[in-house]
């Protein structure tokens, strides 16, 4: 059974910084790639994507609102991915969810592309 378990939400003053992480358990990397995502979902919004990372390739999406404040990155664990979150504005508050698409990533940012969801963790950025 494919588990994905997030950590590392909390709040934080605006302006300051979080570093998620995302732990994928349960399955069998039986192709070379997959994509790894963060999404997040504010309340009365919709779940928009963030960042994915091609855990094969490396290759990187970001969501225009966090390009060159988040990072998204594969740690040494192949099944681990964090998102390092910088200059964190008020705006950033929602809960994130991490997700896995068992194929090379598509877009990246459509959750519909994913095939398995975390339970999510809390980020509240404070003014």
């Known amino acids: 059974q494919v588990q994905l378990v997030e950590s590392g939400g909390g709040s934080v003053q605006a302006g300051g910084s979080l570093r998620l992480s995302c732990r994928a358990s349960g399955y069998t990397d039986t192709v070379s790639s997959n994509c790894m995502g963060w999404f997040r979902q504010a309340p009365g919004k919709e779940r928009e994507g963030v960042a994915a990372i091609l855990t094969g390739g490396g290759r990187t999406y970001y969501a225009d609102s966090v390009k060159g404040r988040f990072t998204i990155s594969q740690d040494n664990a192949k099944n681990t991915v964090s998102l390092q979150m910088n200059s964190l504005k008020p705006e950033d508050t929602a809960m994130y969810y991490c997700?896995?698409?068992?194929?090379?990533?598509?877009?990246?940012?459509?959750?519909?592309?994913?095939?398995?969801w975390g339970q999510g963790t809390q980020v509240t950025v404070s003014s």
């Open positions: 997700a896995l698409r068992l194929y090379d990533c598509f877009s990246g940012l459509d959750q519909y592309e994913y095939h398995y």
